[in-house]
């Protein structure tokens, strides 16, 4: 149901701002709004680090029709994750390779996006045989994008400084709760084992989780959205955090839970996988496809840890209603589950020793 903007954002700190900013895009767009406080604006769900809004005025050749725009608050706190103005930079340079959509305003904060018209996905969507190997061909079409700076791996810098940023917010009780004193050597651990070797590194959206993936439903044409997380990484990390996204669901009154059953099975990511290899024009080759997905399998402890770093640090700083800390520490008892399996270590402790202890 629509609301008056004035009631949606009467707690956004540049209100003023930001009206002034979609007045100026409105007539940017050949409109003009006659009343700011009679926009419509409707809430858009699934978003976890920022408020989301579709914006609707009527169009200035009347008959009815509705110009739509996006309007993004930023999420308090979020400047631990990365930096607002190197994502603005990503935002308009993506744009500029005809990826996504185009940024129309900006106020402090905040920002005002073109209204992409096409659907976004829903968790089964990621299942779907006929959607996935879209998504596998606009990955690797996303990853080849040349983008600005330099081409180096931002995984293990960002685990380390998000760790760092954890231990100076978190009670000590959740710093014990958690293990944050033994995530150092298992950074260092990680990084070496993984790094070992020739491994493709790729523009990586890091959270291509289904809502910030959309398709038009005519053409079936993808589009990826939102790269806040976006850098350069090893493709198979972002793969891996593609394939861990299959465990969530978003729009369910429990958002925050993680269903590890749904994740895919070994067919269906070797099938994914070939798909993303071939969108190259080249089949590839069976020991190429095995290889990466091996690597893939071991980069989802990576991502593990990334994503329960954020919950952790979020249930401090966002005050969106999400259960941060229960997504956490999901996150962190799936490392430790599955770490013996994929690095071929023997566990020291029992499957039921490590449920308990995040309990």
């Given at each position: ?70 309007v993004r608050l930023y999420g308090e706190g979020v400047e631990v994750f990365f930096n607002r103005e190197e994502e603005i930079r990503t935002f308009e340079c993506i744009s500029n390779h005809g990826q996504g959509p185009r940024l129309l305003g900006r106020f402090t904060s905040g920002r005002v996006e073109e209204f992409i ?243």
């Amino acid at each position: 149901m629509a609301i008056k903007t004035i009631e949606l954002l009467k707690g956004c700190a540049s209100q003023e701002e930001m009206m002034e900013v979609l007045a100026a895009v409105a007539s940017d767009l050949g409109d003009v709004i006659e009343d700011l406080n009679n926009l419509q604006v409707i809430p858009l769900k699934g978003a976890m680090t920022n408020e989301v809004f579709q914006v609707n005025w009527p169009t200035r050749n009347g008959g009815g029709g509705l110009r739509k725009v996006l309007v993004r608050l930023y999420g308090e706190g979020v400047e631990v994750f990365f930096n607002r103005e190197e994502e603005i930079r990503t935002f308009e340079c993506i744009s500029n390779h005809g990826q996504g959509p185009r940024l129309l305003g900006r106020f402090t904060s905040g920002r005002v996006e073109e209204f992409i018209h096409a659907k976004t996905l829903s968790a089964a969507d990621l299942r779907n045989p006929e959607i996935s190997p879209l998504i596998a061909s606009k990955m690797r079409e996303f990853h080849s994008l040349h983008m600005p700076g330099p081409k180096k791996i931002q995984l293990w810098q960002r685990l380390r400084k998000w760790l760092s940023q954890a231990k100076s917010l978190c009670s000590p009780k959740d710093i014990k709760n958690f293990g944050l004193d033994n995530l150092d050597e298992e950074i260092n651990m990680l990084e070496k084992k993984l790094c070992e070797g020739y491994q493709e590194i790729g523009f990586c959206h890091n959270d291509l989780q289904y809502g910030n993936i959309m398709m038009e439903i005519e053409t079936r044409a993808i589009t990826i959205i939102d790269y806040e997380y976006a850098s350069y990484n090893p493709v198979a990390y972002d793969l891996a955090n593609h394939f861990c996204e299959m465990a969530a669901d978003y729009h369910t009154d429990t958002p925050h839970v993680l269903d590890y059953s749904k994740y895919p099975g070994l067919e269906e990511r070797q099938r994914f996988i070939r798909v993303y290899l071939n969108s190259e024009g080249k089949k590839p080759s069976k020991t190429k496809v095995e290889q990466l997905l091996n690597t893939t399998e071991k980069y989802t402890l990576a991502n593990h840890l990334f994503w329960g770093l954020w919950g952790l640090i979020s249930s401090y700083v966002n005050k969106i209603d999400f259960d941060y800390k229960e997504y956490a520490r999901q996150r962190f008892q799936q490392y430790w589950l599955t770490k013996p399996a994929l690095l071929d270590s023997e566990g020291n402790v029992s499957e039921d020793e490590i449920v308990a202890s995040f309990i």
